[in-house]
């Protein structure tokens, strides 16, 4: 069966400090990919997809970034962060040409 | 661009009995999906129910069903004999077929009352 992993659970940073979230998935080839980030209290937001290794598409303009250097290895980064990045950010993946998406545990990301 | 619209920021329901939230949503493609999900306390995603936008049947899942109007581009979700372990944050989403994004409505939060 597929799972999917992303760490870590919580996270707190200074502002200015880089940051680094990873997401696997296991048990499936060539997923589509995602990252969402829900501010409190609202709805999620699509940050970032990915249809293939190398492959990122952008959805805002923002301090974030996103890499997939591996099939199943989705990656969301920043070089400087800033207070509006806190948040919960959610990973998930679905089936290329499926149709529901598989959400990771997400991790709660505080900038002080 | 694909939007999802939920108008109901919160709602309340007795146990046992109905409620139904709303979704609307606006679309130029002919060909989609769409879910809701369930975010309860614990903050993860489940996905309650989905229909495929070319089946005229409405998707029943348990307790859970649909009233899907393609024609108005609205989807609503109706629980019926709510439980307490129903209430969460519920995500109404779109998604075109052939992969691609997903969009997510701006969610409602379902208290259950006992």
């Known amino acids: 069966s597929q799972t999917i992993h992303q760490w870590p659970a919580t996270l707190v940073q200074p502002v200015g400090s880089p940051l680094s979230l990873e997401c696997t998935v296991e048990g499936t080839s060539n997923p589509n990919l995602y990252w969402y980030r829900q501010a409190a209290g609202r709805g999620l937001q699509l940050l970032f997809y990915?249809?293939?290794?190398?492959?990122i598409s952008s959805e805002v303009p923002q301090n974030l970034s996103a890499s997939r250097p591996q099939d199943r290895q989705f990656i969301l980064s920043s070089k400087k962060l800033l207070l509006s990045d806190s948040g919960f950010y959610l990973c998930?993946?679905?089936?290329?040409?499926?149709?529901?998406?598989?959400f990771g545990q997400g991790t709660r990301l505080t900038v002080v | 661009a694909q939007t999802v619209t939920q108008s109901q920021p919160e709602m309340s329901v007795q146990e046992a009995e109905t409620v139904t939230l709303s979704c609307t949503y606006d679309?130029?493609?002919?060909?989609?999906?769409l879910f809701w999900y369930k975010q309860p306390p614990s903050r993860q995603m489940i996905l309650v129910i989905r229909q495929e936008a070319y089946k005229q049947q409405n998707a029943t899942e348990n307790r859970f069903s649909v009233n899907f109007q393609k024609a108005a581009k609205s989807f609503s979700l109706k629980i019926s004999d709510s439980q307490l372990g129903d209430a969460a944050m519920y995500f109404c989403a779109y998604r075109r077929r052939g992969g691609g994004d997903m969009r997510f409505g701006a969610g409602t939060r379902l208290t259950v009352k006992p």
């Open positions: 990915s249809v293939g290794i190398g492959q």
């Open positions: 998930a993946w679905s089936v290329r040409g499926d149709r529901e998406a598989f």
């Open positions: 679309t130029s493609e002919s060909d989609y999906y």
